[in-house]
């Protein structure tokens, strides 16, 4: 079995790994299959998304150790795995955790006994603390596609022999790659590229460009009174900043308008 040793803070390398040259492809056909992937992944797990990134570990979540199957909390604040899962079904209520992101690099779970895990000095995951503390954290490491978790002792997060799930290895194997699902809705924001001036209506956008240069000394918003759909033509032609420039040019008050 191929091993993987921790190298640097959030990273993973397989020993005796070159870095390979990757074909570069279209943006907007790599777009287009991860768009896809994503889609059929997230629908074939119940509608629950792989987590990509420290950030998106808030809200519902379970931890897939293989295919369709997750950890599963105890009654007496221990872990296994659960029974696997058909193809379409997500996570069953005892595997569904609360994800607490607490810095960049660091994450809390909380169980549905309302316990977060640690790690005991024996390796073991438990569930067993009432609030977070050092011992409470973990660590997520993405590299490759691949993750891992790292808690408190530096060892990764794993399921043994009898599907315990435990942290006593220092280095990771891929018996402690996993995935993080998660069922909060993820909100797209449209406007994400957009820059702050001109989110909105064409008479907003206008407003918005008007308060950000021109300057008058009564401290009142003067607006150019001609047909406002010019802007929307220029902005259809590719000149939508220019029209913006000359209109507010016209009324002599702007700081960056000759």
């Given at each position: 079995m191929s091993e993987y040793e921790r190298y640097k803070p959030g990273k993973l390398k397989l020993k005796g790994e070159?870095?390979?040259?990757?074909?570069?492809?279209?943006?907007s056909q790599k777009?287009?299959?991860?768009?896809?992937?994503i889609d059929s992944d997230s629908?074939?797990?119940?509608n629950w998304w792989k987590v990509s990134k420290t950030e998106d570990i808030v809200g519902p979540i379970s931890i897939e150790f293989g295919s369709h199957v997750y950890v599963k909390a105890l009654?007496?604040?221990?872990?296994?795995l659960g029974a696997p899962h058909n193809i379409g079904e997500g996570p069953s209520p005892e595997e569904i955790l609360t994800g607490v992101f607490i810095s960049e690099r660091k994450v809390a779970f909380?169980?549905?006994?309302?316990?977060?895990?640690s790690v005991n000095k024996n390796g073991v995951v438990v569930g067993r603390s009432d609030a977070i503390g050092p011992v409470e954290q973990w660590e997520p490491v993405f590299e490759g596609g691949?993750?891992?978790l790292i808690g408190w002792n530096d060892c990764f997060m794993s399921a043994?022999?009898?599907?315990?799930?435990?942290?006593?290895?220092?280095?990771?194997?891929?018996?402690?790659?996993l995935t993080i699902r998660s069922h909060t809705f993820?909100?797209?924001?449209?406007f994400k590229d957009v820059p702050e001036e001109e989110q909105g209506n064409l008479k907003q956008v206008e407003i918005n460009y008007v308060k950000k240069f021109q300057k008058f000394q009564d401290k009142r918003l003067r607006l150019c009174t001609e047909d406002r759909n010019q802007l929307k033509k220029a902005k259809d032609e590719g000149t939508f900043h220019e029209t913006l420039l000359d209109r507010r040019s016209k009324m002599k008050a702007d700081r960056y308008c000759k």
């Open positions: 070159k870095n390979k040259g990757k074909k570069r492809k279209h943006k777009d287009t299959e991860q768009t896809s992937q629908i074939n797990h119940g009654d007496n604040g221990l872990f296994t909380k169980s549905g006994y309302d316990k977060y895990l691949k993750m891992a043994d022999d009898e599907d315990s799930i435990v942290a006593k290895s220092k280095k990771a194997s891929t018996d402690h790659f993820k909100e797209v924001n449209k």
